[in-house]
DNA sequence: TATATAAAGGACAAAAATATCCGAATATAT
DNA sequence: ATATATTCGGATATTTTTGTCCTTTATATA
């Protein structure tokens, strides 16, 4: 579904939020421990998160990674996914035809519509404040 | 979504299809010309189709790819996705995670189930006849 | 039976995704 | 100011996926 650079890129970013709602700043060294990702292609990704306004950077002592809150609202999962993984997979055709629409529709074009447009209003719609919430209450994990 | 191979995979079963409805057995050349594929890499994937029995290869002249017709119906999208890409979109953590479940779930785990339930019955409850026919009609294309 | 045709299969090549390493830049704290 | 901690960015390596080429095998038919 999600490239593996995708994946780490929402792990990572819900643990950066998790961190960031007890107002802490965290590190790429501490951020590949806890989400179990190799730390320095980590580190390329969490690059483009910040480049996207996904979550700040802050070099030097004392600084890492962290999320404002305000965006906390604001940054829901679809943010991350075409940051990361771009909008393939919401719009390109599910059998990889170049040219695919409803004019001129591939066999499976309106089967996959409905399936796509489920999937991109589910992460239209979920924000990573919520996702953070319920890993703090501790009955959902980043790992195991 | 699917990986390229697959979706070769299912453009190439369904020109199959389409031809083996009109009683019509076709070479890899044609495959590949009218799916717009690559030839030999195209090869690779309608071997291991047919391995799974999803197709039938006919070696020597006059030879090529067919369906025998009682499969038609008996053979689900998610057959020749299973056979191609495994059953990693079903089974698989949407964030990647080795141990994911419902005992210990990831932050999405519930909202991607859905997502891939849905997936899961339409491609269990579409058979290849039914596209082929459509394609037969004309309504819907493999190429542009 | 000889020949031509078509798929099968093995070895190889190219491209893309994933992953690592290291020096540069930058900010903090002492 | 200086030492130190940390991200940034470029170069490179590895692995996986995609793609090609060539030889072998099977088979229809002349």
Redesign the pocket.
């Known amino acids: 579904m999600f490239?593996?650079?995708c994946q780490?890129a929402i792990r990572a970013t819900l643990f950066i939020s998790q961190k960031s709602l007890q107002g802490e700043r965290v590190?790429?060294?501490k951020i590949a421990e806890e989400i179990d990702?190799?730390?320095?292609?980590t580190?390329?990704i969490?690059?483009q998160l910040?480049?996207n306004s996904i979550i700040e950077?802050?070099?030097?002592?004392?600084?890492?990674?962290e999320i404002l809150d305000k965006n906390l609202d604001k940054i829901k999962l679809i943010s991350i996914v075409e940051a990361i993984d771009g909008n393939q997979i919401f719009d390109g055709c599910g059998l990889g035809l170049k040219q695919c629409n409803s004019a001129k529709p591939c066999p499976v074009h309106d089967k996959f519509k409905s399936i796509r447009e489920n999937l991109k209003h589910m992460l239209s719609t979920t924000n990573i404040r919520e996702l953070a919430t319920d890993l703090s209450i501790g009955n959902v994990f980043l790992k195991a």
Do not use: C, M, T
Not at 37 to 41: D, K, R
Not at 57 to 65: A, I, L, M, T
């Open positions: 490239s593996k650079a780490y590190g790429l060294k990702s190799p730390e320095a292609f580190a390329k969490l690059q910040a480049r950077s802050v070099k030097g002592p004392s600084g890492g990674f």
